[in-house]
């Protein structure tokens, strides 16, 4: 009989540990999706409200740089660039400077441009993260236009801005209501990452977080040098 009881315990637990190994398909990794990257630039920064413009570029740099170590399908979407919005933010470029890459347009909702729907539903990933300014229009319009085709959106609501809060918090609510899931930048990072034994992109995430992750980034500073981490 104990025999049996204990057979059935160690049958029990590998289950149960099994299923506990069974990530849920609604969280991200580095394969399953793609990353959209839109109109961070100086002309359409220069009115956001509601977030600090400094913390708005680290949160920008920590998705750029999240997306590049874990090689993540990337499109970075500029509007008028030459003639009314400019550059986009020094954080993108870093990671992705071949600005012939970019696609540049004239539409203010990215899903109806034709080059740029090509290039985002061509990485042929049923996910699409999401962030850019403005949040009411440069987000909105390609969020639900890509919700309604069919595919599962993401929006990094920290690393998108507004004229005002209310114009982003209005914007990401309309998202949400449309099936849309909002994500923070560290959240995008870590979700990624998910596991600090896969040694071949923790330094790369450590160093990524020290530089663009604000109190997170310090305590890794200090621990690295206190604790000899």
């Known amino acids: 009989m104990k025999t049996i009881k204990l057979t059935f315990v160690l049958f029990l637990a590998i289950t149960l540990n099994a299923f506990a190994q069974k990530p849920s398909p609604e969280l991200l990794n580095p394969t399953n999706h793609s990353l959209l990257l839109i109109d961070h630039e100086g002309q359409m920064a220069f009115a956001v409200n509601g977030i600090d413009p400094i913390q708005l570029r680290n949160n920008v740099g920590l998705v750029a740089g999240t997306s590049k170590i874990f090689n993540v399908p990337t499109v970075v979407t500029t509007v008028a660039a030459e003639s009314f919005a400019g550059p986009v933010f020094p954080e993108i470029s870093e990671f992705y400077p071949n600005e012939s890459d ?128």
């Open 102 to 229: 970019y696609v540049d347009r004239t539409t203010m909702n990215t899903w109806e441009d034709v080059n740029a729907y090509k290039a985002i539903t061509g990485k042929n990933k049923k996910k699409i993260v999401m962030a850019g300014l403005w949040t009411s229009v440069c987000i909105v319009g390609p969020a639900m236009s890509a919700i309604n085709d069919g595919y599962e959106v993401y929006i990094i609501t920290d690393a998108s801005g507004d004229v005002s809060q209310e114009a982003h918090e209005m914007a990401v609510q309309r998202m949400i209501q449309a099936g849309a899931k909002p994500i923070t930048s560290m959240q995008y990072l870590l979700e990624l990452q998910r596991d600090w034994a896969r040694s071949e992109t923790y330094e790369a995430v450590n160093q990524l977080a020290m530089r663009f992750g604000g109190g997170y980034g310090l305590g890794l500073q200090y621990a690295r040098k206190m604790l000899k981490h």
